[in-house]
Nanobody, 112 residues
C-alpha cells in the first residue's frame, strides 16, 4: 500500500520560510518516479507548484520561481519543498503527488 505523508505546514508571516516534507512508503520509490508538489487555495483549482523527475530535473510554476525549491532524499524516500519569501497568495493546502497517488495535504497560511 502506497502512502504519501506531508508535513511542515503552518502559519508564517509574509517574507518568512517553511519547508514541507513528503515521506513516501509502500511500493513507490521517489528515485524512480517524478514527484510533485501541488496546491489548492479556497475556491480555486489544484495547481502545479513544482516537480522533480527521476533524473533530478526540476520544473516550477512561474509564480514560485526563484522562491521555492524542490529536492529529494532518496535514502529517506522523501521529497521536500523549501519555500522562501512567502506571500499571502501562497496560502493553500499543499499536496504531494507521484504516479496516481496523493497525500492528505498540509495547510500553509501566510499572513500579510
Amino acid at each position: 500500500q502506497v502512502q504519501l505523508v506531508e508535513s511542515g505546514g503552518g502559519l508564517v508571516q509574509a517574507g518568512g520560510s517553511l519547508r514541507l516534507s513528503c515521506a513516501a512508503s509502500g511500493s513507490i520509490f521517489i528515485s524512480h518516479t517524478t514527484m510533485g508538489w501541488y496546491r489548492q487555495a479556497p475556491g480555486k483549482q489544484r495547481e502545479l507548484v513544482a516537480t522533480i523527475s527521476s533524473v533530478g530535473s526540476t520544473n516550477y510554476a512561474d509564480s514560485v520561481k526563484g522562491r521555492f525549491s524542490i529536492s529529494r532524499d532518496n535514502a529517506k524516500n522523501t521529497v521536500y519543498l523549501q519555500m522562501n519569501s512567502l506571500k499571502a497568495e501562497d496560502t493553500a493546502v499543499y499536496y504531494c503527488g507521484g504516479k496516481t497517488y496523493w497525500g492528505q495535504g498540509t495547510q500553509v497560511t501566510v499572513s500579510s
